[in-house]
């Protein structure tokens, strides 16, 4: 075995003991995400008993999750329409995080990007929801842009796209990624629509 192949099956021997850890051996990192979802649903009025608690799941790669739970939802309604299948899209701006680009390229979803403009540098709801088509299995936006942190104006995109699927009956859902946003969000209205 040359000195490469050693190094590389380390690093998967790694990999492996590290997830096992992570997930079955040590509660720690269980117990930390307790405690933050917890406080999250504090903060959201979460409709929590006096002694009751909220239960976590942390996980790597929800992003991808969610994408495919949205590509399947879509999927199952076109089928029971007897409707094709074949070119789901996703709708984000090009701001997004890479986690919304490898989703689209493992799960073989048109990656629908909306440009940005000289002097706004989010994704326009507007221009969204104009790209939003019968295949569109979701609408991505971002609290906490990547290249700048600023919040996307979520409520005009429910707006915009709540009166399109009124008209078209297609469905299309958002999805917010709120991992970097989201804990500021709880705490103030005004950043919850600019
Ligand atoms: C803004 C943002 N979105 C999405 C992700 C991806 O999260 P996950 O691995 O749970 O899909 C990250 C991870 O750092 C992130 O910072």
Redesign the pocket.
């Known amino acids: 075995m040359t000195g490469t192949g050693q190094k590389l099956n380390i690093r998967r021997r790694v990999g492996e003991v590290n997830s096992l850890s992570f997930c079955c051996l040590s509660p720690t990192p269980t117990s930390l995400d307790n405690r933050c979802v917890n406080m999250i649903a504090n903060l959201f009025h979460a409709p929590v008993g006096q002694d009751e608690a909220v239960i976590s799941c942390g996980?790597?790669?929800?992003?991808?999750?969610?994408g495919l739970a949205f590509k399947m939802k879509w999927q199952h309604r076109r089928k029971a329409q007897g409707l094709p299948i074949d070119k789901p899209n996703i709708v984000t701006g090009v701001n997004?995080?890479?986690?919304?680009e490898k989703f689209a390229r493992y799960f073989e979803v048109e990656l629908k990007e909306v440009k940005l403009s000289e002097d706004y540098y989010v994704m326009d709801p507007a221009k969204a929801v104009e790209m939003v088509d019968e295949n569109s299995i979701c609408v991505a936006a971002?609290l906490?842009s990547?290249f700048t942190g600023e919040f996307e104006y979520v409520k005009l995109l429910n707006d915009l796209l709540a009166e399109k699927n009124a008209k078209t009956a297609w469905e299309t859902p958002i999805h917010v990624?709120?991992?970097?946003?989201g804990f500021i969000a709880s705490m103030g209205e005004e950043y919850q629509c600019q």
């Open positions: 996980i790597v790669a929800s992003s991808e999750s969610a997004v995080q890479v986690c919304w971002i906490g990547t990624d709120a991992a970097s946003g």
